[in-house]
């Protein structure tokens, strides 16, 4: 399963699972360009398991919904956790939650946690998040997870999200040793979502970033090849390599309390949801 799959690294990574034979599920937010990303990877491929799904990220009830409806009618091996979004102004969904942390950090967790027992049936069960490098300039803020404190910088909202991201997929790795976590920076890749959400760095940047292909390697490494597995779960990579989460002399490490503290308040937030 792919979340965010109808573009981006999200398309590359299910197109190249595709290629080596995989029954991928997308999932998308636009029906539209849903079908659209299916018929290419289909025509491209030549695999015809391919299924499409229709989930909004930023609705954790629908979320709930769906992944629940899901366990109940299919095998899942491999969940990738693509879907993300950057809103650089603060808004707040039909639920009262802000934008990129109900989709990036809310979302993945309820996703996640409610398919966690599927994945538990598999032998070689995985779970890989897409984060971001951008997480390296922030510290777990688990006083302010919704951003109503301080002025609002998109950017900044986004990498306190995917620091989140990382400390989900640590605290999973510890919790579910028979599924193997695993986060990971695709490296800048010229994306709609950079064009988008990084006008000016796209601009500056856009001869030098990697393509969509290049963006997913690890991610379709992480999910499918036996070297990956032989890794510790908890573990972030970049270009197939385990790396820091943390800068050098960086400020940026949590206590094992917040850590605690996230898991919790995202666990009852997530429970006001359920169905």
Known sequence: ???????????????????????????CRNEDRAEEAKKEITTETGNQNIFVHILDMSNPKRIWEFAEQFKNEHRLNVLINNAGCMVNKRELTEDGLENNF??????????????????GKEDDARVITVSSGGMLVQKLNVSDLQSEKTAFDGTMVYAQNKRQQVVLTEQWAKAHPNIHFSSMHPGWADTPAVRTSMPDFYEKMKDRLRTEAQGADTVVWLAVSPAARKQASGLFFQDRQPVPTHLPLAWTKSSPGDEEKLMQALEELSQKFKP
Not at 3 to 23: D, F, M, P, V
């Open 1 to 27: 399963m792919v979340t965010g799959a109808n573009s981006g690294i999200g398309k590359a990574a299910a197109k190249e699972i595709a290629r080596r034979g995989g029954a991928v599920h997308l999932v």
């Open 102 to 119: 109900a989709t990036n950090t809310l979302g993945t967790y309820i996703l996640t946690t409610v398919l966690l027992p599927l994945l």
